[in-house]
């Protein structure tokens, strides 16, 4: 199971430690998913689309992965 996360900040620290960074964007909904793989947990934190490319830009990770439906593409 996810942890999810509800603090940038929270996230911002996770995120340095993660093995890969994944972007999942749902428009549907109107959000944007980070989702940080650590060795040990799955963090995810949930953010407007209007705010998804300021977030991304701020997190430190070193391999950012935006996936869309059914296709995955490296932005790092």
């Known amino acids: 199971m996810p942890i999810f996360l509800k603090d940038l900040e929270e996230f911002k620290k996770v995120a340095e ?3 890969e960074c994944r972007v999942v964007r ?3 909904r109107n959000v ?3 989702k940080a793989r650590t060795k040990r947990y799955l963090y ?3 953010v407007p689309l209007e ?4 977030v991304i830009k701020s997190v430190k990770c070193n391999n ?3 996936i869309s439906k059914g296709k995955v ?3 790092r």
């Not at 705010?51 to 300021?54: F, I, M, S, T, Y």
């Open 73 to 75: 593409e490296e932005e």
């Open 26 to 28: 749902d428009k549907k």
């Open 51 to 54: 705010k998804l490319d300021e």
């Open 17 to 19: 430690k993660a093995i």
């Open 64 to 66: 950012i992965v935006e």
């Open 32 to 34: 944007g998913k980070l």
């Open 44 to 46: 995810t934190y949930v």
